[in-house]
């Protein structure tokens, strides 16, 4: 079955940065974009980008545009965010997230359980 | 952006109650919009897709429904596995936006 497991969460301090990735097992993950989704404590969801299936193509909300950087290793399985100049209201929950869209749009499919990020001094 | 609204934020039921959930788009999506449960300590998991497709494993007492820019989520015969706060979505393009979410809770 498809498995997504998360990992690089933690505390960091305002300014600072810190690098997510996900795993991903039970399907073919060159063939599939990818998303994270983040989630802040007792608060609902936020996309927070997307890549395609070759890493050719990324997209990124306002919120992180110029500061976060989507990657994936397709040899690895893996996808990453390089996050940086984090603030304090990225602290969050970030999922990883499976895309099964067509047509040009978007399906944010199977999620894996999340990673914990926390921005404080 | 397209602006997702969800109401209501919460709803108290009963096992055995029908509930709907509204999520109004502010333009049109067509029929890209997905449904979510997520419960707490857990990550959301997908019900509906395409306004109105039940993923593959999901019971059928979820049903989805468009009218225009204005999409229901009704749950029929609420079970207590149904306790959980759902989301919609819309998937027609980026950036990808939510509701609220809904809590249901139990009366």
């Known amino acids: 079955q498809v498995?997504?497991?998360?990992?690089?969460?933690?505390?960091?301090?305002?300014?600072?940065?810190?690098?997510?990735?996900?795993?991903?097992?039970?399907?073919?993950?060159?063939?599939?974009?990818?998303?994270?989704?983040?989630?802040?404590?007792?608060?609902?969801?936020?996309?927070?980008?997307?890549?395609?299936?070759?890493?050719?193509?990324?997209?990124?909300?306002?919120?992180?545009?110029?500061?976060?950087?989507?990657?994936?290793?397709?040899?690895?399985?893996?996808?990453?965010?390089?996050?940086?100049?984090?603030?304090?209201?990225?602290?969050?929950?970030?999922?990883?997230?499976?895309?099964?869209?067509?047509?040009?749009?978007?399906?944010?499919?199977?999620?894996?359980?999340?990673?914990?990020?926390?921005?404080?001094? | 952006d397209v602006q997702m609204t969800q109401s209501p934020s919460s709803v108290s039921a009963s096992v055995g109650d029908r509930v709907t959930i509204s999520c109004r788009a502010s333009q049109g999506i067509s029929f890209w919009l997905a449904w979510y449960q997520q419960k707490p300590g857990k990550a959301p998991k997908l019900l509906i897709y395409e306004a109105s497709s039940l993923r593959r494993g999901v019971p059928s007492r979820f049903s989805g429904s468009v009218t225009g820019t204005e999409f229901t989520l009704t749950i029929s015969n609420l079970q207590p596995e149904d306790f959980a706060t759902y989301y919609c979505q819309q998937t027609n393009s980026l950036p990808l936006t939510f509701g609220g979410g809904t809590k249901v809770l139990i009366k």
Not at chain 1, 86 to 102: F, H, K, M, Q, S
Request: hydrophobic share 30%.
């Open chain 1, 3 to 121: 498995q997504l497991v998360e990992s690089g969460g933690g505390v960091v301090q305002p300014g600072g940065s810190l690098r997510l990735s996900c795993v991903v097992s039970g399907f073919t993950f060159n063939n599939d974009g990818m998303h994270w989704v983040r989630q802040a404590p007792g608060k609902g969801l936020e996309w927070v980008a997307f890549i395609g299936y070759d890493g050719r193509k990324t997209y990124y909300a306002d919120s992180v545009k110029g500061r976060f950087t989507i990657s994936r290793d397709n040899s690895r399985n893996t996808l990453h965010v390089q996050m940086d100049r984090l603030r304090a209201e990225d602290t969050a929950i970030y999922y990883c997230v499976t895309d099964r869209g067509n047509s040009g749009t978007y399906l944010t499919d199977t999620w894996g359980q999340g990673t914990l990020v926390t921005v404080s001094s």
